[in-house]
């Protein structure tokens, strides 16, 4: 399994910009499908976003999409979530996670799909 590092939240005016990173080790990273989860306090983990290990899919939840764009680097083993237009309800506890399993099309939104996980990174969006 991969070792991962999520990164960039921070402390934000609605309207403003963040870009979350997710730096991985290993080397099979580039055959792992990405996705980035978020959790408000009181609330359930929720999907935010997903790439495919190609990178030539990806989905965004409703609350994001139009917002927020999802990419990654396999030569750097990154995954990066450039998020725009933030809103106060974006103020969460953001994590990365990825699955080398198969069936990333019907399987990317839960949250039990996916093997490894970041830490977590603080997106506070103030209003």
């Known amino acids: 399994q991969v070792q991962l590092i999520d990164s960039g939240g921070g402390l934000v005016q609605a309207g403003g910009s963040l870009r979350l990173s997710c730096a991985a080790s290993?080397?099979?990273?580039?055959?792992?499908?990405v996705g980035w989860f978020r959790q408000a306090p009181g609330k359930e983990r929720e999907f935010v976003a997903a790439?495919?290990?190609?990178?030539?899919?990806?989905n965004y939840a409703d609350s994001v999409k139009g917002r927020s764009t999802i990419s990654r680097d396999n030569a750097k083993n990154t995954v990066s979530l450039q998020m725009n237009s933030l809103k106060p309800e974006d103020t969460a506890v953001y994590y990365c996670?990825?699955?080398?399993?198969?069936?990333?099309?019907?399987?990317?939104?839960?949250?039990?799909?996916?093997?490894?996980w970041g830490q977590g990174t603080q997106v506070t969006v103030s209003s």
């Open positions: 996670a990825a699955s080398a399993s198969g069936g990333y099309s019907n399987s990317y939104y839960y949250p039990q799909w996916y093997t490894s």
């Open positions: 290993g080397r099979a990273f580039a055959t792992y499908a």
């Open positions: 790439i495919s290990w190609t990178g030539y899919s990806t």
